[in-house]
């Protein structure tokens, strides 16, 4: 199930139960140590190496999987290698698997129809794990200019008997709401069971969805180890891009489980509802929507943000529900006093705005010879002012989260860079001349494909595209 019944999202009741080796696991291999931190989650599935291996094996194109890159003074954590080239790939090759296996253990003979609202990266992610994936459907709703002509061309271009795309007017968080309401009215009146269908979700809400991401920030302690950078049990800060508060969660997971997190810093973009709630205390919705050129951090309802209320007003479930409700009603809620000192402990946070992402860009490409992608540029800056304002002992990792080449537009503008043409292929081109690394073969290969996907749809269709696609898929 993606959602809850109430609406509201699943959480581990809390963290107390949980057995987890930390050095075992930061001895082990990558495979090993994710499966480690899976069962240490979900207990009930047994062993998770096959799986693991499985969704992994063969779908990146580095040998180490997520490797650490040193830039100047600080550590990057590639997680874009995947067949995707962003980090979305980290949960959803193997989120398939998971659902699969889930049904398989609760005997479970309906298929299920995965409803995804996607700011970019999600949507091309998750088609690619459940392409022909026997005994599930999927569609995906994407904000129709809201998302970089790549991400567009992935979509659009996918292909897959069970898979549907769709555009809808508007933007993500337009886009998000409705889908997820849609989810509800679904299930409330019994529709996808008519077909022989049950609802799940590829969206960050999914549980399933943040499980393997707590084992990358292991993984990247484990290479500052190796590397003779920090001795066991010495605290490391971590930086992660953020949107809709899923990656950056994870981090505070494997916290929770023993990893010596030091500080998370949140980044945002233009929108930095975040950055201010940690100011404030106020979480307000009541501003305008930027599109930036991050745009799979173009989010102002931060889905996962719930959870984390949910940890620290321990637990206190009404709590979290009327805050949900006022977000609804009145467009902002806000924390008391105490219960943001105690976040504010943990998380620091930094916004970044157009003009200081393409000049990071920039900087750390003349500087240091580093390609980085705007979502992965975010973080950075919000890395630098973290450091220049707090001046932490801790190393400092910065979760780089997408291939520049998924970006080359705003990369070649930040860069000052034209290329031959408006074409995209042509700007991975010019890409790769001046910077000598590969465009991956996945985003090229895109090149010869054929546009599958053409519908556009505005949010009110969505209820009835969805049930058309399910009596369609009945036939
Ligand atoms: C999804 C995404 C993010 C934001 O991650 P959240 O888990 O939603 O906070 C950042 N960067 C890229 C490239 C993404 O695709």
Redesign the pocket.
Known sequence: MGIAPDGGLFVLPNFDGIQFDVRAALDADLVTRTAMVLKAFMPAFGSFENMVRESYDGHFDHPEITPVEKVGDKYVLEL?HGSTC???DMALLFLPKLIRKAMELKSIHEKVLILTAT????GTAAINGFSDVEGTAIIVFYPSDGVSKIQKEQMIKSIGKNVSVCGVHGNFDDCQSAVKATFAKLNEDRIPEKYGFRLSSAN?INIGRLFP?VAYYFTAYSDLLKRGAIRYGDSVDYV???????????GYMAKKIGLPVGRLVCASNANRILTDFFQTGVYDLRREFELTS?P??D?LI?S?FERLLYYESNGDTAFVKTSMEKMKSDGYYNVPENMLESIRKTFFAYACSEEETRRTIQNVFETYGYLA?P??AVALHAAEQYQKECNPKNPVVVLS??SPY?FSDAVLESLRVTADSDDIFDKMYALESISGVHAPSSLMSLKGMEVLHKDVIDKEEILSYVSRKLEQSEA
């Open positions: 874009f962003a980090f979305k700011s970019g990266d999600t960050s991401q992660v891009p953020t949107g809709n508060f899923g990656d950056i969660l994870a991050s799979s951090m989010i931060s996962n992608d979502h992965t989260t997408a998924k």
